[in-house]
């Protein structure tokens, strides 16, 4: 298991390889690598050229550790597993989709790592970009690996992103933090829309926004439905329903819905039907990377990333 610099990738692999620690083709030995692979495209494709020359593809892991989330794992089966959702999973009824990211944290002294990424690269490029996928995919042939990112591959590819509401900012006391160049341009927010540009989600908004020492700590999707036909003869203020998927700082669901106030009144309010995993859950919930590894042994690449999902 490396979570090791970029940069160190080649020369570390080789020495492995020359010891045979993991030897190319021998599937009972693996590698596992932590993000970053590279920081664009060029160092991407290169990184993964590297890699085959000393591993076989089936032997090497690519860990991206919010897909092991219990809630990221529950998108499917939210989307797949009900019929109320599976039937209304696109663009005559999504308005648009919200996948946030927020931390209160700085970057808690890990300025050698975090100026050379950012938020763009440290958290959309991985992190935000497989929720999206897994929200927009379509229904994968099985559940098995291959066949799963193979959907989310489409999706990646169909996606276009609105550079004109490209907002990155720096929070203040950044250039202060310890090892930060004085004139570091570094992001530490960024917020875009972006559209997929697929039959199922083609017009639909999606906005991603991630960054440090924001208001609240707080990573959500939020799905929110268009109006229906009827709300307009109501006269009365309603409002859209909205499904959240809570990741952080609490697993779990909402549905918002619109009700009647009780009583005498013809008043509303939106109401919140809301799930939480942690309040239902007896002992200790599993940690993302208890899954991932878990997931590794058992030689499972679900929850894993393949290097045409990176690379794209």
């Excluded at 993991?22 to 290169?46: M, R, W």
């Excluded at 379509?138 to 609105?162: A, N, R």
């Amino acid at each position: 298991y490396l979570a090791l610099s970029t940069e160190l990738f080649s020369e570390v692999t080789n020495n492995i390889n020359q010891s045979k620690l993991v030897t190319i083709g021998n599937l009972n030995q693996s590698i596992i690598f932590e993000k970053p692979f590279g920081h664009d495209l060029y160092s991407a494709k290169e990184i993964n050229q590297m890699l085959w020359n000393y591993f076989d593809e089936k032997q090497i892991y690519r860990i991206d550790h919010y897909l092991g989330k219990e809630m990221i794992q529950n998108i499917m089966m939210v989307r797949f597993a009900n019929r109320i959702f599976e039937e209304i999973w696109h663009n005559r009824i999504i308005k648009n989709v919200k996948i946030y990211a927020k931390e209160t944290d700085g970057i808690l002294g890990r300025a050698g790592y975090y100026d050379q990424l950012g938020a763009l690269r440290d958290m959309v490029q991985s992190h935000l970009l497989q929720i999206l996928s897994l929200v927009a995919m379509e229904v994968p042939v099985t559940y098995h690996s291959d066949d799963v990112k193979d959907e989310k591959i489409k999706v990646l590819s169909h996606l276009h992103f609105d550079s004109d509401s490209l907002i990155l900012g720096q929070y203040d006391g950044y250039l202060n933090e310890n090892n930060i160049p004085s004139d570091s341009t570094t992001e530490t927010f960024v917020f875009f829309k972006a559209y997929v540009n697929t039959p199922r989600f083609k017009g639909v908004p999606f906005y991603l926004m991630s960054g440090k020492k924001l208001d609240k700590k707080e990573s959500l999707i939020e799905i929110e439905f268009e109006e229906t036909s009827e709300q307009r003869k109501w006269n009365l203020p309603l409002s859209t329903n909205k499904l959240f998927i809570k990741i952080a700082p609490e697993d779990g669901m909402g549905l918002v819905l619109n009700s009647k106030v009780p009583g005498l009144r013809d008043d509303v309010e939106p109401v919140e039907l809301e799930y939480c995993v942690a309040c239902n859950e007896f002992g200790n919930l599993t940690e993302a990377y208890e899954k991932l590894i878990i997931d590794i042994v058992g030689q499972h690449k679900t929850l894993l990333t393949r290097w045409d999902e990176i690379e794209l």
